[in-house]
């Protein structure tokens, strides 16, 4: 069952002034503040909704739980609980992973399905949430292990923020070479499992319902 509170929490965040600097585009996936936007009026409209309870993700390695996710054969923002986001700087960055996520539902999603590869998916995804840290006046509450993706993620975000007049209102997006993302997306085959034979797994998205 949607719960309001959680969808409220996330509106916020991603309408929030922050979300503005998230502009770039990587591969395939071009990601602008506009689209959060869209994400929320989605929300707003039912289309898509915010859930307690996380739905386990078989592509994590073993041992790594799904702290929350976005499903996009439910069109559903899963949480472990309703406070979620509320007051942990990492929750909110979260919520900005997926959250592009759904983005990218909305954007490109199509009714016979369009596929992305799953490494890529996952590495704009962290990148995004980690311009928006970088951005934010909030911090991670904990510790970044040496090698996961959010550490190299926030190295790239780190090149792009230092980017002269990136931080301006109506400036371009940032193209990120793909040399750049190398060692993100081999830290994100990592720990997804995307290594060797599934290298090539696809995420698939749909797009909303009318």
């Known amino acids: 069952m949607a719960n309001q509170v959680l969808a409220g929490t996330v509106m916020r965040i991603i309408r929030d002034p922050w979300i503005s600097k998230v502009r770039f585009t990587l591969g395939e996936f071009s990601i602008f503040d506009w689209q959060y936007e869209r994400v929320a009026m989605a929300i707003a409209r039912g289309k898509i909704t915010c859930e307690v309870g996380v739905k386990p993700n078989r592509e994590l390695r073993s041992g790594l739980a ?26 909110r960055f979260s919520i900005v992973h997926e959250a592009t996520h759904a983005s990218f539902d909305i954007q490109y999603g199509n ?10 998916d996952e590495a704009a995804a962290w990148l995004a949430q980690s311009v928006y840290m970088r951005s934010s006046p909030y911090f991670w509450d904990g510790p970044i292990v040496p090698g996961d993706p959010i550490e190299l993620a926030l190295m790239l975000a780190d090149k792009i923020m230092a980017v002269p007049n990136y931080r301006d209102q109506g400036s371009p997006p940032y193209s990120v070479p793909p040399a750049d993302t190398i060692a993100l997306k081999q830290s994100v085959a990592k720990i997804y499992s995307f290594e060797g034979g599934a290298a090539g797994i696809k995420h698939v998205y749909h797009g909303l319902r009318p």
Do not use: M, N, V
Not at 66 to 91: A, N, V
């Open 111 to 120: 009714g016979e399905g369009k596929e992305f590869l799953a490494i890529d």
């Open 66 to 91: 799904t702290e929350c996710r976005y499903d996009p054969e439910t069109r559903q923002l899963q949480f472990p609980d309703e406070q979620y986001g509320s007051s942990s700087g990492r929750q």
